[in-house]
C-alpha cells in the first residue's frame, strides 16, 4: 500500500457544493482534486444515502490536467473547469499555476 499523509480534512469534506454532489449522484462526476488529502482508498464517501468507494489517491500538476481529466470532474472541457475553479478560488486570487500540485480523488458508486 502506498504512504500516504495525514488527511487535511475529512471525507464529508470532498464534495459539498450542492451541483457537484448532483453530478456524482448522476454518473457525472468521479473524481475530485484538492490541495490535500480528504480520504484514504478503501474509504467509504455517503452522499444523500448513497455510498462510494474511493478507488484511487495520487499526485496530479494542474499542467498535466487534460479534458478527459475536467470531465472526471463533470465539466465538458478543461478550459469550463479552469474557469470554474478560478471563480471559485476568486476571493483567495488563487492563481491558476501549471506546477501546482493537487491531489486526485477517485471514486466509484457501491452496488448494493
Known amino acids: 500500500m502506498n504512504e500516504f499523509p495525514q488527511k487535511t ?3 464529508e469534506r470532498l464534495v459539498t ?3 457537484d454532489i448532483q453530478k456524482v449522484l448522476n454518473g457525472k462526476k468521479s473524481a475530485t482534486r484538492r490541495n490535500g488529502v480528504y480520504a484514504y482508498p478503501g474509504e467509504i464517501m455517503v452522499l444523500d444515502g448513497k455510498e462510494f ?3 484511487a489517491l495520487y499526485r496530479q500538476t494542474l499542467g498535466e490536467l487534460t479534458d478527459e481529466h475536467a470531465q ?3 465539466y465538458t472541457s478543461l478550459e ?3 474557469q470554474s475553479m478560478m471563480s471559485m478560488h476568486a476571493h483567495a486570487k488563487m ?3 501549471p506546477q501546482m500540485k493537487v491531489w486526485v480523488h477517485e471514486y466509484s458508486p457501491v452496488d448494493k
Open 95 to 97: 492563481p491558476w499555476l
Open 9 to 11: 480534512c475529512s471525507i
Open 17 to 19: 457544493i450542492p451541483e
Open 72 to 74: 472526471q470532474e463533470g
Open 53 to 55: 468507494l474511493i478507488d
Open 80 to 82: 469550463d473547469y479552469k
